[in-house]
């Protein structure tokens, strides 16, 4: 317990500086803040809105840990923010671990290579509540498994609170996923008929009784209306008809190899040949790999398609990399982890060619990010030669290491990329401003999702399109791209990073 709690503080101190420094996106976790703060200000915990519209795009669970955080002093408000990512990681990381029960070197590589591979550490520091849905999936599955291996399927709450739990946190695919894992796991095992041994009627009654109340509290505050279209929009059009992010029924299979680096090679490597594999372990990795394939087919049919939407997944395939050993480290293990090694070792050349050909790179001039792209390098170097020598898991736990370094280091250059990420510089640019000039009317010029700018302001802006240009507000403090600076007659004008600040007469 020691080893794993001064682990963990490791990582996390590899993570603090871009969770305490960074700056939320507009599109998304300043709109989860927004959404926060109004539902604090009208008193309402089911029904919620968006800037006075009927939200009903998510349940409320993750959004009522947001408000916490809201209610939180300002010093401690990011810290906790940021941990509603990063706790649930480390705790699927850990069930994960417990489930496979891996031990040594195994757990050791398995706790590197989950944390670092891409879509798992963006997500980490991305206030999105898509972490904790793989948290629960992971949960309700590691129970059932556990149930399974017990030999006594009946008797647990702990199942089907978890799976409501997922499904109070991003809808029908919290419940669906790990259903549908379920049900193939049995499947496989030629034991499908015992499925209602571990979801009985007990189960089902619980969970639904809590999906009552749920639906019961989204009716009393929101009335009928509301409730029609949050079990159309969750149902419906969330799951079989979704009109956003449509994609090509191939996206995945470009986006996964993307998604999984520095990892995919090896990780898809050792999924394909766990299905040669006759030992324990290597059954272990087959089954896991029928339910990733299964579920990336699934996922493909699907209208809507993000790449968020394999996070739950990624702990499984990652765990064919410590499952399938068996074969020892032979040349194709050598090769898929030898190739991402030796491209990564083009981190600090590739920083040099942009440095020399964007602006934008030169205008943020931070030795912070030369060191970023130097540590990559060098760890894949290090890696590299390591792997030379068919030292599997002492490369990846080097790369896996200089890749914590440099999130680390990159946390840590932050404040000179906040401009060119979110709203909150230019919003104190902007308040600053208003009380110089005494004036509370503010104007965001094609600026996408300024509305959620009330975050920072305490209202939201005028947003104004191109068209609307010429009949901007008088006595107005105006926010808008750089470029549009000339064009829009301001004065006392301040640039922060992409954007402009400025008082229109």
């Not at 401003?433 to 996408?448: E, I, M």
């Amino acid at each position: 317990m020691r080893k794993t709690i001064l682990f963990y503080s490791a990582v996390l101190i590899c993570l603090l500086p871009a969770i305490l420094l960074r700056d939320y996106t507009p599109a998304t976790e300043l709109r989860y803040l927004s959404i926060a703060d109004e539902a604090l200000r009208n008193h309402q915990f089911f029904a919620f809105t968006d800037h006075g519209e009927a939200y009903i795009d998510k349940p409320p669970f993750f959004l009522w840990l947001v408000m916490i955080g809201r209610l939180l002093p300002l010093w401690c408000q990011g810290l906790y923010l940021g941990l509603l990512s990063v706790v649930p990681a480390f705790v699927t990381t850990e069930a994960m671990a417990g489930w496979l029960r891996l031990k040594g070197h195994r757990l050791l590589v398995f706790r590197l290579v989950l944390p670092t591979a891409a879509l798992f550490l963006v997500s980490m520091l991305t206030l999105r509540m898509d972490m904790l849905l793989t948290m629960f999936i992971i949960l309700s599955v590691g129970e059932f498994y556990r149930l399974y291996a017990s030999g006594h399927p009946h008797g647990s709450w702990w199942l089907p609170l978890l799976l409501f739990l997922g499904t109070f946190t991003k809808g029908p695919v919290g419940f669906i996923v790990p259903l549908a894992i379920i049900l193939l796991f049995l499947f496989v095992k030629g034991r499908e008929t015992d499925f209602f041994k571990y979801l009985g009627w007990r189960s089902w009654l619980l969970f639904f009784a809590l999906l009552g109340g749920w639906f019961l509290g989204a009716y009393l505050e929101g009335g009928g209306d509301y409730l029609k279209a949050l079990f159309l929009h969750q149902t419906f059009d969330g799951i079989l008809h979704s009109t956003h992010h449509r994609e090509p029924i191939y996206y995945y299979l470009y986006m996964v190899w993307l998604l999984l680096l520095p990892w995919s090679l090896w990780a898809i490597l050792s999924a394909v040949r766990a299905w040669t594999s006759e030992t324990a372990r290597g059954y272990e990795a087959r089954v896991m790999a029928i339910v990733c394939l299964a579920a990336f087919g699934i996922l493909s049919l699907l209208s809507s398609k993000l790449s968020i939407y394999l996070l739950p997944f990624v702990p499984l395939v990652m765990s064919a990399t410590v499952l399938d050993n068996d074969k020892g480290n032979d040349r194709w293990v050598t090769l898929s982890l030898a190739i991402p090694y030796a491209l990564l070792i083009l981190a600090l050349p590739m920083f040099v060619w942009f440095h020399s050909r964007e602006p934008i790179i030169r205008e943020i001039h931070s030795p912070l990010l030369w060191a970023v792209a130097a540590s990559a390098t060098l760890a894949a170097a290090l890696a590299l030669w390591q792997i030379c020598r068919k030292r599997v898991y002492t490369s990846a736990c080097v790369m896996a290491v200089g890749l914590l370094l440099a999130t680390f280091l990159a946390g840590l250059s932050m404040p000179k990329l906040n401009p060119y990420i979110g709203f909150r510089q230019v919003c104190e640019e902007a308040a600053a401003a208003s009380r110089q000039h005494h004036t509370t009317t503010f104007v965001a010029v094609g600026l996408k999702h300024a509305r959620n700018m009330d975050v920072y302001l305490g209202q939201p802006p005028i947003s104004v399109d191109a068209a609307g240009r010429a009949a901007l507000p008088h006595h107005a403090i105006v926010m808008a791209k750089a470029r549009d600076a000339a064009s829009l007659q301001l004065e006392d004008v301040r640039v922060v990073g992409d954007k402009i600040v400025g008082y229109r007469r």
